[in-house]
């Protein structure tokens, strides 16, 4: 079964930077065929989409609120996912997980991360 482990957040000022990783492990196939999506989800707020990476690395994409201080990357020889979020403001406090969406016995199923807390204020 999928196993995503998201590590690297902590407590920032504003205008910090913070590098998420995401270890994955247990694809079927391999690591470098799935899109890998970040999620956050700010405090009494639910489920915002970040960005997400296509398998080979090639295309990726992002909500508003984080282009041009976001940036998604990838290791498909470590399964390794990453997000490297600079300019950090307060509305950027969120918990940040990563997600995959599988193709199992005909189902899609979706695997989640716990999640890193990221905290950031003055």
């Known amino acids: 079964e999928v196993q995503l482990v998201e590590s690297g957040g902590g407590l920032v000022q504003p205008g910090g930077s913070l590098r998420l990783s995401c270890a994955a492990s247990g694809f079927t196939f391999s690591f470098s065929d799935y899109t890998m999506n970040w999620v956050r989800q700010a405090p009494g707020k639910g489920l915002e989409w970040v960005s997400d990476?296509?398998?080979?690395?090639?295309?990726?994409r992002y909500a508003d609120s984080v282009k041009g201080r976001f940036t998604v990357s990838r290791d498909n020889a470590k399964n390794t996912l990453y997000l490297q979020i600079n300019s950090l403001k307060p509305e950027d406090t969120a918990v940040y997980y990563c997600?995959?969406?599988?193709?199992?016995?005909?189902?899609?199923?979706?695997?989640w991360g716990q999640g890193t807390q990221v905290t950031v204020s003055s």
């Open positions: 990476i296509t398998g080979g690395g090639i295309r990726t």
């Open positions: 997600h995959v969406v599988v193709a199992e016995d005909g189902h899609y199923k979706h695997y």
